[in-house]
């Protein structure tokens, strides 16, 4: 079992940057492929970006591709998704997951097992 605590949302400028941070309970974090999703007000759930359980390989949305990174510190327990150049459609709640069949890197939602609950994220022009 992992528990997932999302943080770091916010209120933003257009323009500007924020980090969010995610972390995981449980001992076996570093074993989960863990990944970012958001949800817009009247939107479907889009995947946003994931990462190995070793770190070593990264998948970001075309959306977000040159704006985002997803980083994780296994000895943190804690995954990351720094957004820099933020624009207002990157308003959603955001929520982490973690995946147990880690490879292929799952870029969608029905192969995590694991999701907190969401934080809010909105970018004013």
């Known amino acids: 079992q992992v528990q997932l605590v999302e943080s770091g949302g916010g209120l933003v400028q257009a323009g500007g940057s924020l980090r969010l941070s995610c972390a995981a309970s449980g001992r076996t974090f570093s074993r989960y492929a863990m990944g970012w999703f958001r949800q817009a007000p009247g939107k479907e759930r889009e995947f946003v970006a994931a990462?190995?359980?070793?770190?070593?390989?990264?998948y970001h949305a075309d959306s977000v591709k040159g704006r985002f990174a997803i980083s994780r510190d296994n000895a943190k327990n804690t995954v990351y998704l720094q957004m820099n150049s933020l624009k207002q459609e990157d308003t959603a709640v955001y929520y982490c997951a973690a995946a147990q069949n880690s490879l292929p890197l799952p870029t969608t939602g029905d192969r995590y097992d694991y999701w907190g609950q969401g934080t809010q994220l909105t970018v004013s022009s």
């Open positions: 990462i190995s359980w070793s770190g070593g390989i990264t």
